[in-house]
């Protein structure tokens, strides 16, 4: 009986004196809460699977962010620089659509006979760019009047004719002063009528036809 006395006494005793005791302080529940996230069951996994593309923008945006920071005003010029070149872009892609909707084109292929260009004179070639710009196909017309251009320079030997060779290859064959400048002419009208898809107006034609029957046969 005794020893059951002494026994809840003392059990009494400890209870009382557990709670007389102060409260564990903030640094106490800090440090065991560190202690509680550090354990591997809690800790978050790490990012895996990010793409090339995503961390080299990730990387491309924090320089970019960084160069704004250390020089504002560069960073301002060069962003109204590529804004301008977009719109410059952007107006460049209207106006060749524009243009090409614009251009007039053969309605047939059948009223181009193929001319063997070993065998046909260029005087043949000169004749029928004629009658295509008659008709307001510039386009093909001064396309024939190039050809008849080459065929008269390759006849008074200036140039030797090649199926793989282009203006400017022409160009830089030819010595004589009224060759290279009725080549010049047509470089400066040819290019951009076949690939710029600018039309050539009548008196640009009217000029190099003039400059074709200007060259000395």
Known sequence: MRRLLAAAATILLTTTAAAARDPPGRRIIVEARDEVFARPEFRQRA???ESVVVA???TFAKYVVGFRDEHPVAFMV???FMALTLVILVAHIVWTVVVARRARYLPSADELPALD???TPPEDFRARAVRLAGEGH???AVRD???ALVLTLDRRGDLAYARHKALLDYRTEVRADDARSA???FARSYHPTSFGRRPLSAE???ALLAQLDGVRT
């Open 117 to 119: 260009v070993r065998r």
């Open 204 to 206: 640009r034609f009217a």
């Open 47 to 49: 990012r895996d699977g």
């Open 145 to 147: 009047l190039y050809t």
């Open 183 to 185: 080549l010049e002419s």
């Open 56 to 58: 080299a923008l990730r």
């Open 78 to 80: 060069i962003v109204g």
């Open 138 to 140: 510039f386009d093909a």
